[in-house]
């Protein structure tokens, strides 16, 4: 996936301490990229990645998040409530998920930042996800994680409206890959869960009938579809919203079975799989054709490679379960 354009920039990331934005502050930094970390606390730069600046973000101080801005020629809006955090506190969600990226776009449109790349969800689509999915398909989830982040996306999608910057809504499915350190807060996601406990256990312990589909994207693609945007500065790519997904679907029982191939190969045991009991049939999901044309037509390249995706997990899970909680 080459980039239109060279340039090296300041690449702001917020929530840079967090599973999708760790590995893409390590990503950007790789290819050359300074990086600047946004967090609510006052830090050093991680050990995983000392050349970052670090940048404490107070949300609810328009001044300070100005001063967060200055200098930067990209931000990557990474930060955000997890489902869990949102449905136990809805007001919360809209406050941080929606709210607070409005403050951010507004300090972002003073700073005279050039780009500026929203990480919404999928889920703002629905629940379960089900049949082709578009950025044309209208979002109908009224869960408070998926309403607080469309209400980020119009923030976003209003300024590059009125040509105030360039703005991107990337609607990201579930992605799948390592963190960047063992206390990120991703050992709830499907394939990091299972991949624990296939380390630990020997065996994966599925809590539903494994029936679900869901599109999983490796965190490689991830990162080398941000940094195609990013790269793009200098292009006359416009202002949109893009889903990123793998366009493929994979039942949840489907995705255990390719874990348990895969710790074979790699460890040579394979974990045995239990389920609960499917109570009916209407607990069996559509697929899902998660499309996502729209980034591909701009250039972007998705390799789609779930082994290694798994591997990795599990070679990570392997070499830090003690740091794991």
Not at 17 to 22: K, L, N
Request: charged share 20%; net charge neutral; glycine share 6%.
């Amino acid at each position: 996936m080459a980039p239109t354009c060279t340039a090296k920039m300041r690449v702001l990331i917020t929530g840079g301490m967090g599973y999708v934005g760790g590995r893409l502050a390590v990503h950007l930094s790789e290819i050359g990229h300074t990086v600047l970390i946004g967090t609510r606390r006052a830090v050093d730069s991680p050990e995983w990645l000392p050349t970052a600046e670090t940048r404490q973000i107070d949300w609810h101080v328009p001044e300070a998040l100005l001063h967060v801005c200055e200098e930067v020629d990209a931000i990557v809006h990474a930060a955000g409530m997890n489902a869990q955090d949102c449905a136990a506190a809805p007001a919360s969600a809209l406050e941080f998920n929606g709210v607070a990226t409005a403050r951010l776009v507004d300090a972002a449109i003073h700073s005279e930042v050039k780009k500026f790349l929203y990480l919404s969800t999928a889920h703002i689509y629905g629940s379960p996800l089900t049949g082709v999915i578009t950025e044309e398909t209208c979002p109908r989830n009224y869960h408070p994680y998926a309403t607080s982040h469309l209400a980020g996306e119009h923030a976003v999608m209003l300024a590059a409206e009125r040509q105030k910057m360039r703005g991107f809504v990337i609607r990201l499915s579930n992605a799948i890959g390592p963190p960047v350190h063992p206390r990120a807060n991703c050992w709830m996601l499907l394939f990091n869960d299972l991949c624990l406990q296939a380390v630990r256990h020997q065996r994966l312990s599925l809590s539903s009938d494994g029936t679900a589909q869901r599109d999983f994207l490796p965190m490689k693609d991830v990162c080398y579809s941000i940094e195609f945007l990013i790269s793009s500065l200098g292009s006359e790519v416009p202002s949109q919203i893009l889903n990123l997904g793998s366009e493929q679907s994979l039942s949840i029982l489907e995705a255990a079975n390719k874990i348990s191939k895969r710790c074979e190969s790699v460890f040579g045991f394979r974990p045995k799989i239990s389920r609960q009991s499917e109570t009916n049939c209407s607990t069996l999901s559509r697929k899902i054709a998660y499309s996502c044309g729209r980034i591909k037509a701009l250039g972007a390249c998705l390799k789609n490679n779930v082994n290694e995706a798994i591997d990795d997990t599990l070679n990570y899970c392997n070499t830090n379960q003690d740091l794991i909680p």
